[in-house]
């Protein structure tokens, strides 16, 4: 292992109610939140003033270190968000496990980031999970209140995507002994900040999309993860309507304010979808609430009248089909939400 996890545990109390942790299904990935603020910082402020809040292992640029031990319980995301339930049919507390990377000030990012990782790397072989779906930003359960750790990473031109990426190529080459992976394992820090003309990848794609989910278009070239003269002109047209520096520059100023505006306008927000089951037959408004969703997804009901008949029923099989995962039986139910809500959120 190219890395030692330290684990030096809290005392039992508000921050480490000492109950145990069942079964890890998922893990949420979160940032301190508080730039320049190390491991042991952390670890001290939980010991000392012990709050109602906490998470199992903080990382920085040197050290990967577990204040509370993975099989108890830590209090990192609020009970009452529904998204954990949603996707994981379960409270993020009760099921998963909560990494926290410490950054800013004197903590070298791309340090910590590797360790960060590798660490979420290290968890998926231990609960052998899945990175493309047990791995969840604290920003998606709670999105009217955080976001983290997109705020740590987005910050060092680190998409959501890449960074999972990474976990993949972390797992594959440290858990899994594929020698062949030789490239730097820590892909997503190539992109350096500020974005200007000539960038492109991953999360120049990702700034696109915020814009364009704040409502500016790109009309000619679109999405096409170029940093062109276009995006740069979209990007001072942003700047100016929220009072930034209008320099064309992608800089965390202007990451921030991206992320507050499409933060608050996620469509998983504006379509909520019903907590029932629901099939041909049926009727009433939250048939009326899946078909626009549906219609938001592109597999178009035809009609938004609230009956649940054999257009709407076509237009949930087809959007079944496109997952294994999903029965192809049209009818809705907390599975098929499910997806469609991960769809909602892309
Ligand atoms: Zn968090």
Redesign the pocket.
């Known amino acids: 292992m190219p890395y030692q996890i330290t684990k030096d545990y809290i005392s039992i109390g508000n921050s480490r109610p000492g109950q145990r942790l069942q079964n890890v299904e998922f893990i949420?990935s979160?940032?301190?939140?508080n730039p320049g603020s190390s491991a042991y910082a952390n670890r001290n402020y939980f010991e000392n003033v012990d709050p109602t809040a906490s998470?199992h292992t903080f990382i920085d640029d040197n050290t990967i270190l577990e204040i509370i031990p993975l099989n108890e319980k830590a209090w990192?995301?609020r009970y009452n968000v529904a998204a954990d339930n949603r996707i994981y049919g379960e409270d993020a507390n009760d099921a998963a496990i909560?990494v926290?990377l410490a950054y800013g000030g004197n903590i070298n990012f791309e340090e910590a980031y590797k360790r960060y990782v590798w660490y979420h790397a290290y968890l998926i072989d231990e609960y052998n999970l899945d990175p493309s779906s047990d791995i969840v930003a604290?920003?998606t359960l709670?999105p009217s209140r955080?976001t983290?750790?997109q705020n740590a990473l987005n910050k060092h031109g680190i998409s959501w995507n890449d960074f999972i990426n990474d976990i993949e190529r972390a797992y594959d080459r440290y858990f899994q002994g594929n020698e062949d992976i030789t490239e730097p394992v820590v892909q997503g820090s190539s992109v350096d900040l500020p974005l200007d003309v000539g960038d492109s990848g991953q999360f120049v794609r990702e700034v696109q999309q915020d814009l364009v989910k704040s409502g500016f278009n790109l009309p000619t070239y679109g999405i096409d993860g170029q940093y062109g003269p276009e995006t740069k002109r979209t990007v001072m047209k942003f700047q100016r309507q929220y009072g930034l520096m209008v320099d064309g520059l992608v800089g965390p100023q202007t990451i921030d304010k991206l992320k507050e505006i499409t933060n608050s306008s996620t469509l998983i927000n504006d379509f909520p979808l019903p907590d029932v089951t629901l099939q041909r037959g049926d009727n009433g408004p939250g048939v009326k609430q899946l078909q626009r969703a549906l219609k938001e997804i592109n597999f178009d009901p035809k009609q938004i009248d609230g009956l649940f008949g054999p257009l709407t029923e076509d237009a949930v099989k087809r959007f079944q089909s496109m997952y294994t995962a999903l029965a192809n039986d049209g009818i809705y139910g907390p599975n098929t939400r499910r997806y469609i809500e991960m769809e909602l959120d892309n």
């Open positions: 949420v979160h940032d301190t939140g998470a990192h995301v909560g926290e604290h920003s709670d955080r983290d750790p």
